[in-house]
């Protein structure tokens, strides 16, 4: 997977500050797209995919890409569902893959089990 839209200098990995992010460029991810594609083309990996994606930056990489992403994996449960990705991704022909599809427990934000009806439906 294309982890993130966004570049970031080398310096930046894996404790990334401010001061590393080169931001989201679309002929960079093109290339680093190209370069994935390659890797399906010489049978080194099946499938390839994003993550962290959002239907305008996929749409940007659709219009120089030659193989569409088998995947997008971002974050999506019951308080963020994400329904014109899902729409998007059922259209092209692309998996949605849920990150955190049970809310964030470790950062204690989004726990669906603490959820009144959550735990009614349970």
């Not at 989201?24 to 390839?48: F, H, N, R």
């Not at 994606?53 to 219009?63: C, R, S, V």
């Not at 992403?69 to 329904?83: D, S, T």
């Amino acid at each position: 997977l294309v982890h993130s839209p966004f570049s970031s200098t080398k310096d930046g990995f894996p404790k990334l500050k401010k001061e590393h992010l080169v931001g989201y460029d679309p002929q960079l991810l093109a290339g680093t797209w190209k370069a994935m594609e390659s890797l399906v083309y010489k049978d080194l990996v099946k499938a390839i995919g994003l993550s962290n994606f959002t239907i305008t930056k996929t749409e940007k990489l659709l219009e120089t890409a030659k193989i569409v992403p088998a995947v997008i994996q971002v974050e999506c449960h019951l308080y963020f569902q994400q329904p014109k990705l899902r729409e998007y991704c059922k259209q092209k022909g692309i998996v949605l893959e849920a990150y955190a599809p049970l809310g964030s427990p470790g950062k204690k934000i989004n726990v669906l089990f603490d959820d009144p009806l959550v735990k009614e439906l349970a």
